[in-house]
Each structure stands twice: as structure tokens, then as C-alpha cells.
């Protein structure tokens, strides 16, 4: 059986994995679809959006009685300059 | 050409910079260090070029003139080594991270290999070539991989730079390989440049 490879995400990768969760549902999301595209547990996605909405990444907002989250244009620019880096990153064998 | 490619080189690593200071990706850091040498370092060869022409046409040659010529050469030979000592590092960290152990005395003896040559290898050119070597096995390595244009273009740069120097190793039997060399060492350089301007279009 092959042994599980568990893999090790750093602080920015999951910022990313959050804006870009966001992003993939149009730019603002409830937190159970960004749980799961983050692949995060409840408590540790509410502690990373703590930090996201302080850098001025994301914003919450009301909605229903429903808390969602939106993508501002400083968390695009973050997303986008990311993936650029990644890119450049890879090409030289360096993983996030 | 040598001005260009500096300026590739330094622009390589300025991207480098910004993705270690804003992202803290640790693996760029070796890249900017190497990068920036490089840039500087052959900066400073076709300036220091270019003033050693004008003081021969001005001057009658003299032998003090000619060690001085030879100590900018070798300047500029050891940032150059510097520069890919910083490129291998980056290979090596990132074999360790992705947890490569088998590969790990064959890499930290390519890497101390070249510092020990410096010791007893008079010949500086050819300890660039075996580093040059090893970062041209890596990126194929990395290509190899991935398969991304990206990682082609990396290799395609680092192994454009390790032909150039094999030309300038045998410019002493055929003066014209400087100048292929010159041009190979230029094509390199673009390929990184050409990377740079691919990840630069990326769109949300």
C-alpha cells in the first residue's frame, strides 16, 4: 500500500486556497462552500478570515441572516500576483 | 549583449524579490541572491570591458595594466561561481523539501565539489561548466515534471548558459567562440526573459 503523502501548506497557500474558493463562486461565497474548496476545518477557516478581512483581502457581509464573504479588489490583486509567482516559482522546480 | 543579458538578469532577480517579500517563498531567495550577482557581475565586466578599451587606444600597454585586467576577470569569474552557487542551493533545498534523500550526498558533493575546486583548480571556467551542469540536470529534471513551458524555457535558459561557457573554454583555439558564445550566453538570457513576460500575462 503506498504510504500517504501529507502535504504541507504554507500560511500564503492557504490565503490563496481561500480567495481562490471565493473567486470560483463569482467573487463572494458562504463559508461551507469556501470549507470545503479550502479544504479547512470550520474553526481554522474562521481564524484565517479573521486575518484575510484585517489585510483587507475579504469582506463580510449580511445577507438572509446569512454571513457571506466577498472578494475585495486588494484580495483579487493578491489572488492574481500569486498565481503569476507561482508560475515563475514552478518553472524553477520551487513548490508553495 | 553582455548589457542585456545583465539587465534580464537583474530583472529575474528583482521578480524573485518580490515573491520572497511578498509571499515568503523561501526557495526565491537564493534565486534573487543569484540573479542579482549575475546581473552585477557581468554589469561590471562590460563596464570594466569597455574602460580597459578606451585606456589601451589611450595608453601604451603596460604590464601593470594587464594584471589589472586579469583581476577584473577574475571578479567578475567569481561572481559569476558566487551566482551559481545560489542556483544549486535552490535545486538542492528544493530536493530536500519534496524529500529526494537518495539524491541528497550526489547534490551536497556537487555543490562542495566546486567551493574545494577553488582551492586546487586553477581553472575557474570549468567549475562554473560543472555547476552550470548540474542546474541545466535539474531544470530538464524539473521539465521533465512538469511539462510547462515555463520549466522548458528555465532549462532552455540554464542550458543556452552552460553551452556558452563550453564555448568560452575553447576560445583560446578559435577567437570567433567568444562571440558565439556571447550569443549563446545572450539566448539564455532571453529565454528567462521570455518566461518572465509568460507569467507576467496571467489574468483572474
Sequence with gaps: MPREHKEYRSKARIYVDILASIMKHGGKSRPTRILYGANLSHDRLMKHFGQLIELGLVEEEKQDDAVIYKLTDKGRKFLIEFIKMEKFAEAFGITI | ?204
Design chain 2, 1 to 204: 549583449m553582455e548589457f542585456v543579458s545583465s539587465f534580464i538578469s537583474l530583472l529575474v532577480g528583482y521578480y524573485a524579490l518580490k515573491g520572497y517579500k511578498e509571499f515568503a517563498i523561501k526557495g526565491l531567495f537564493f534565486l534573487y541572491l543569484g540573479f542579482i550577482i549575475l546581473g552585477i557581475g557581468t554589469f561590471l565586466r562590460v563596464f570594466s570591458a569597455t574602460y580597459f578599451v578606451i585606456l589601451l587606444r589611450a595608453l601604451e600597454p603596460a604590464p601593470h595594466l594587464r594584471s589589472l585586467i586579469n583581476l577584473a576577470g577574475l571578479i567578475y569569474t567569481l561572481t559569476q561561481l558566487i551566482a551559481y552557487s545560489f542556483f544549486t542551493a535552490t535545486y538542492i533545498l528544493q530536493a530536500k523539501a519534496l524529500g529526494e534523500r537518495s539524491l541528497e550526498l550526489g547534490m551536497v558533493s556537487a555543490v562542495l565539489f566546486p567551493i574545494y575546486g577553488l582551492f586546487f583548480n586553477p581553472s575557474l571556467e570549468l567549475i562554473a561548466i560543472v555547476m552550470l551542469g548540474f542546474i541545466t540536470v535539474h531544470s530538464f529534471n524539473n521539465w521533465a515534471l512538469k511539462r510547462s513551458s515555463g520549466s522548458a524555457l528555465v532549462f532552455l535558459g540554464f542550458g543556452f548558459m552552460f553551452l556558452s561557457h563550453l564555448l568560452f573554454l575553447f576560445m583560446i583555439m578559435e577567437p570567433m567562440l567568444l562571440f558565439f558564445g556571447q550569443v549563446t550566453q545572450l539566448a539564455g538570457f532571453m529565454c528567462l526573459l521570455v518566461m518572465l513576460a509568460r507569467v507576467s500575462r496571467v489574468h483572474a
